[in-house]
């Protein structure tokens, strides 16, 4: 029933309902003037004729602008208005000229529309032959509602343009929201992946060259290769976790990691000491998160780029910031060819990582011709 209502109300709001008004009107007028028997009296037959130009001007009304329909209904109307005084059935016009001043208020510019409104209630109120309040009701009333009108189809406008913008960005936005989880999903990859295969490459080239005079430590290699595996394989699952949204880790479960992965590191013949200075109570588990992958790949790039080269990681807490601080001589082993591996996004990562916290990261080489990577986050309670 509503849509059959819909549909109705669409075609009378048309030009097609323009039509049938202006032909309802048209045959209104000369049924009740031939019944009357009036087209046979002097004048009568012209006002007649102008009556029915000025119905017809309502299929016009939709024209762009409608001044010219208005226009035309005038020029009509006082041409009709010269001859002997109307009455009804003449008062069917006055609905013609409703519609008509609605449309120039709700189709025309104000200016012009001001114009041509104050024109017309002047020309009707002349050719009524005295001041009628009832010329204003139907002409100023009616296209003040067309402003209205107007105004309110503008807005529509406006809104739904503003909609659409908003649905753009919105898209745009779910669009970039994607993008960075892969990206942030890559570089958990990535630091996993390229620190258990540096630590594995390094172990197997050491127990192949022990394999034939130190069987003993060359199975600790080996058992070294197992464990990085398993480590490997315990933070993706942790990075599944994480991905899953189930809480993560405390920030005491950073900081035995970061004790975990330097033990780790030792074990594979890297010198490296760590340093802690301050309090850990107030670490935040993004903030221990992020200080344990800093210095997971800055032990990988140590690994890769200067292979036997003493390492140095120092971790200060205070003034409500934790500083990290991971330092690593030059090389003074043989290349181990992991150097030429990898997709140069490490520091890249380490960068994006310190951002993401609101901190700072520089990257450098160091006096002594090693490499230092240092930290300052902010987060500390």
């Not at 109120?125 to 139907?138: E, L, R």
Request: charged share 15%; net charge neutral; with cysteine.
């Amino acid at each position: 029933m509503r849509n059959a209502a819909q549909r109705a109300w669409h075609a009378l709001d048309s030009w097609r309902g323009d039509v049938a008004a202006a032909a309802i009107l048209i045959a209104l007028l000369l049924s009740v003037l031939a019944a009357a028997g009036q087209l046979s009296r002097p004048g009568r037959p012209l006002q007649a004729v102008c009556a029915t130009g000025v119905c017809g001007c309502l299929v016009l009304r939709r024209a762009y602008p409608p001044v010219a329909a208005l226009a035309a209904a005038a020029i009509l109307g006082l041409a009709g208005a010269a001859g002997p005084a109307a009455g009804d059935p003449f008062g069917v016009l006055f609905v013609v000229i409703f519609l008509l001043a609605y449309s120039l208020g709700a189709g025309t510019s104000l200016g012009l529309s001001i114009l041509t409104i104050a024109l017309l209630c002047t020309g009707l109120q002349i050719a009524v032959g005295h001041f009628n309040p009832f010329v204003v009701i139907i002409t100023i009333g009616p296209w003040a509602a067309g402003l209205v009108a107007r105004s309110r189809r503008h807005l529509t406008e406006q809104l739904t343009i503003r909609g659409s913008e908003l649905e753009q960005e919105r898209e745009l936005f779910a669009a970039e929201s994607v993008r960075y989880e892969r990206a942030r999903i890559a570089r958990e990859l990535h630091d996993i992946v390229a620190h258990g295969v540096s630590v594995m490459v390094i172990q197997a080239s050491a127990g192949r060259r022990l394999a034939a005079t130190d069987p003993a430590r060359a199975a600790e290699a080996f058992d070294s290769i197992g464990e990085a595996a398993r480590q490997a394989e315990a933070e993706i699952s942790r990075l599944v976790e994480l991905l899953d949204h189930r809480p993560p880790p405390g920030s005491a479960d950073g900081l035995r990691l970061i004790d975990e992965l330097v033990a780790r590191a030792a074990a594979t013949g890297l010198q490296v000491t760590c340093a802690f200075t301050g309090s850990a109570g107030g670490l935040s588990p993004a903030l221990s998160q992020t200080a344990y992958r800093l210095i997971q790949e800055s032990l990988t790039n140590a690994l890769k780029h200067a292979p036997g080269a003493p390492v140095r990681i120092t971790i200060e807490t205070g003034d409500g910031h934790v500083t990290i601080s991971v330092v690593n001589g030059p090389a003074v082993a043989a290349p181990s060819g992991l150097e030429r591996t990898g997709g140069s996004r490490g520091l890249a990562g380490l960068r994006e990582r310190a951002a993401a916290c609101g901190g700072d990261f520089t990257a450098g080489p160091a006096d002594d011709g090693g490499w230092k990577v240092l930290a300052r986050l902010p987060g500390i309670g």
